[in-house]
């Protein structure tokens, strides 16, 4: 009880200091960054209150009581069962433990999600790193800036998607399927495991739209209509390979609205870079982004987002740009 004390002051205090759910784990974790310290605060307080009663009715009175001194020891009471109320005070012990873990095991499988999500990041980064060795330095390019429409193919799987300029954020996984995932667009590893139960897509995982354009496209005073800027770009290119997204985990980005409803310095997202790393990285870690992303009026439909609804990937001045402050 005096641990479980300690660690409520211990919450207290960093509650006290302006957080209003403190990321502390010690019996003060919650379940959501939204629910209210003053939960825990109550929960921990109950706790102690039904470890005292259960204190409290286990010291020995009466009879069990031993004599005072002098007095000859007063015979052994007769084995007896536990109370109705000692019963009742397990009970709520155990309810209120599981309570307690629940939020830290929660907390244990999502950071065993997002590892997994990172070691696919990893692996892919690695094999569009391959991609490019074998095409001059290019990053994958799988549709024509000169054309409404363009075909995606993957021969062995028998795909073929039709889509337009930027479509190959979404669909490089068919570009590269049959040289690099053994013909396999719906390979195992194209699906994150931070996906929703009902998020039935087989490619969670983002190309960045800036390695389709000029690093001009992605500033406002020099963009000009497409589809003069949109071109192939090289690894070469990339000035500063630490900090320039190659692909993102579009599992767990949020919409527009979901991210300026919750906390954005909460907000957290597995990309990999193009050095062939790969991090989680905070909102608060953005560098300058593209405003209107790869769209805004003058693409008449050809974008596909901006960098409010995709976070971290539309860095400005494109791949000469950061995404990420290191």
Not at 54 to 67: E, F, I, K, N, T
Not at 75 to 101: D, K
Request: a positive charge.
């Amino acid at each position: 009880m005096s641990l479980l004390a300690l660690f409520t002051a211990a919450y207290v205090h960093e509650w006290a200091l302006g957080d209003r759910s403190p990321a502390c784990g010690c019996l003060g974790a919650v379940s959501t960054p939204e629910e209210s310290g003053i939960w825990v605060v109550a929960r921990n307080v109950l706790l102690m209150g039904a470890l005292a009663a259960g204190l409290w009715s286990s010291l020995p009175r009466g009879r069990d009581a031993p004599a005072r001194a002098g007095e000859e020891w007063r015979s052994a009471p007769a084995p007896r069962g536990f109370t109705l109320v000692e019963t009742l005070i397990v009970m709520v012990l155990v309810a209120m433990l599981v309570a307690l873990a629940m939020p830290t095991l929660g907390r244990v499988r999502e950071r065993a999600r997002v590892g997994a999500s990172l070691a696919n990041l990893r692996s892919h980064a690695s094999i569009i790193h391959a991609y490019a060795g074998e095409h001059r330095e290019h990053l994958p390019y799988l549709t024509s800036p000169t054309a409404t429409f363009s075909v995606i193919r993957s021969l062995s799987a028998g795909v073929a998607v039709r889509t337009r300029y930027f479509g190959t954020y979404i669909l490089w996984n068919v570009g590269l399927a049959d040289a690099y995932y053994d013909g396999r667009p719906r390979h195992a590893s194209f699906r994150s495991p931070l996906r929703r139960p009902d998020d039935t897509r087989w490619l969670h995982y983002a190309l960045s739209c800036s390695f389709q354009a000029d690093p001009d496209y992605y500033a406002p005073e020099t963009r000009t209509y497409p589809p003069e800027q949109w071109r192939a770009t090289r690894l070469g290119e990339v000035l500063f390979p630490s900090g320039k997204t190659l692909l993102a985990d579009d599992a767990v980005t949020p919409s527009a609205m979901a991210f300026v409803s919750y906390q954005p310095q909460r907000v957290r997202f597995p990309l990999a870079f193009v050095d062939a790393s790969a991090a989680e990285i905070p909102w608060s870690r953005a560098g300058k982004q593209m405003p209107s992303g790869d769209g805004g009026p003058v693409t008449l439909n050809y974008g596909h987002e901006n960098s409010l609804i995709a976070p971290l990937r539309h860095a400005l001045h494109g791949v000469r740009g950061r995404d990420v402050i290191r």
